[in-house]
């Protein structure tokens, strides 16, 4: 771990180091370079506000900038979890910027973005858990973009009471919690999560609306097992979600969680048949898949799903 890694995440410095395998040629991508990319690059410098394309260290972020997609993460850079898979700063959480969503309004007009995701740090520290910081920012977007649909990426919210509430009546397009890997590892990999409280928040999000969409993701490599993989599908499509991402796990620093085994795009494609035989609307599955990776294409294919289908909301 760099001494400028160490500083930015204290936390993490008395891991032992779990030096990565070397990536299959599948994995490896371009160092961004466009003009695009500079562009948004600087726009979010300008407007001061965080993106988890560059906190998480997303290997897609050279394509998505350029295309002007981008996630945004509201409420900060400092996460109150320290999960093992994650490159994002863990810490004393920075103070509220009540200036923030405007600025996220400004940024998605600016950027003529068609679809937006909206994501956070975990704000463990807040009694809404920063809730009201995302409906504020839907409020903004819709006032200052209305024709973009928008979708959010959420903290769980344990043990804050009305918070999903407050999320959902703010009537994102989509609604989207991570449960990232599945429950035998919930205390390597997410120890301040828990999974059936996740599952259950996915599940409340149809009590509430039955007609939003919702999504969640997981990562695979992480040392999980297949059955463990089709029982997470199974627990996700009981809890009637419709959209599902599996991507690989790729370890930003030695510090972090271990790379167990870089899984083959067969496996992936495998994963993705098994999903849409369970009963999802639609998936994601390939090593570079990521929650928000073309997000707003597959948005657009959900909708036709459901259409295709003929379904009313479930």
């Not at 891991?15 to 160092?31: C, F, L």
């Not at 510090?255 to 067969?266: E, I, L, M, S, W």
Request: charged share 25%.
């Amino acid at each position: 771990m760099s001494d400028t890694a160490a500083l930015r995440h204290p936390e993490k410095a008395h891991r032992p180091d779990n030096p990565a395998p070397p990536k299959p040629p599948w994995i490896r991508v371009k160092a961004p370079n466009s003009q695009e990319y500079r562009e948004t690059r600087d726009l979010m410098r300008a407007l001061k506000l965080n993106t988890v394309c560059e906190e998480a260290a997303c290997p897609n972020i050279g394509q998505c900038w350029k295309e002007r997609h981008a996630t945004v993460m509201i409420l900060g850079s400092v996460c109150t979890r320290a999960c093992t898979f994650c490159n994002v700063a863990t810490g004393r959480p920075d103070q509220l910027d009540p200036h923030e969503p405007a600025r996220v309004g400004e940024a998605v007009a600016k950027l003529g973005l068609n679809h937006i995701v909206i994501t956070s740090v975990d704000r463990d520290d807040l009694p809404d858990g920063g809730a009201t910081q995302f409906a504020r920012t839907i409020e903004a977007i819709r006032k200052d973009a209305p024709n973009t649909t928008i979708e959010v990426l959420t903290p769980d919210f344990l043990k804050k009471d009305g918070a999903l509430e407050i999320v959902v009546a703010s009537r994102p397009d989509v609604f989207n919690h991570n449960l990232e890997t599945v429950p035998r590892l919930y205390g390597e990999v997410r120890p301040g999560a828990r999974y059936f409280h996740s599952l259950r928040l996915l599940d409340r999000v149809k009590d509430i609306d039955p007609a939003m969409f919702t999504k969640s993701g997981l990562m695979v490599g992480l040392g999980e097992e297949k059955p463990e993989v089709m029982q997470v599908m199974d627990d996700l499509r009981a809890a009637r979600v419709d959209f599902l991402t599996i991507g690989q796990y790729l370890q930003p620093t030695p510090k972090h969680h271990r790379v167990d085994r870089y899984v083959t795009p067969d496996e992936f494609e495998s994963y993705k048949q098994m999903a849409f035989g369970k009963g999802f609307l639609m998936v994601a599955s390939s090593p570079l898949t990521r929650s928000s990776y073309l997000a707003g294409d597959d948005f657009a294919r959900l909708k036709a799903a459901r259409a295709a289908k003929g379904m009313a909301p479930a």
